[in-house]
């Protein structure tokens, strides 16, 4: 091993060891080792793209998953394709630029800032790069969790509950509000949020109007009220 990864008492040292991919075998062996497979369809080969999917599963707030999947095009783009996204997008460098158009309502040209993707045209280099931004963004600085089927199982019996079976007369209302209706109770959750019926939120309304002014009794009479 090359001495330029040991400090002076001889150990390696993680700030030391550049860890950076450098080449395409580079690439292909991280690929390799991290289970990190080439899925490219026959269709995709023939138009010139890469597909490659990483073994880390996207946990979404349903409790469904799916697999990391990025694709390499000969444009030059770099996308994640993951099938949870509700589109492709580009994971590109970006950089600003200046653009200049007519405008049809001042009659002169006008500029805009915006931003474009750097594009990467040589294919061992965008492999290079996607080994780099998997690296980084899937695996560095804590970015993989375990996660085991009876937590998955919480997450979407919760988003189920929340979601599609909770009773269409129960609304969740803040604390400060549900307090203020609460004073003629005895009893006071001490959640920030707390989940009561309709009803129930109603009466407690009517018995805080009636503690409000309790020398006054309302009388309805066809319809129109009469406080006494």
């Keep these: 091993m090359s001495n330029r990864y040991l400090d002076e008492a ?13 080449t395409p075998e580079d690439a292909l062996h991280f ?17 010139g793209t890469t597909v490659y999917e990483v073994p880390v599963n996207r946990l979404i707030y349903t409790g469904a998953s799916d697999t990391y999947k990025y694709a390499i095009y000969e444009s030059g783009y770099i996308r994640d394709v ?20 007519w405008s049809t309502w001042d009659k002169k040209y006008a500029k805009y800032k915006t931003s474009k993707p750097a594009f990467i045209h040589n294919f061992d280099d965008q492999l290079v790069y996607l080994a780099n931004y998997i690296l980084k963004n899937r695996y560095k600085n804590n970015k993989v969790y375990s996660c085991d089927d009876w937590n ?8 189920e ?9 129960t609304i969740t209302v803040p604390r400060d509000k549900y307090l203020k209706y609460k004073e003629a109770y005895s009893e006071v959750y001490e959640l920030d949020n707390v ?23 309302e009388v309805f009479i066809n319809g129109t009220r009469y406080n006494l």
């Design 82 to 101: 993951s099938e949870s996204l509700h589109s492709p997008w580009y994971i590109n460098k970006k950089y600003e630029t200046t653009e200049v158009y």
């Design 152 to 159: 998955i199982g919480q997450i979407k019996e919760n988003c």
């Design 10 to 22: 001889g150990r390696i040292t993680s700030k030391q060891v550049d860890a950076s991919i450098k």
């Design 31 to 47: 690929f390799k080792l991290m289970g990190i497979k080439n899925i490219t369809t026959k269709r995709q080969k023939n138009n």
């Design 161 to 169: 509950f929340k979601y599609s079976k909770r009773p269409l007369s």
């Design 195 to 217: 989940l009561i019926s309709r009803s129930y939120l109603n009466d407690l309304k009517f018995q805080a109007e009636v503690n409000k002014s309790p020398d006054t009794v």
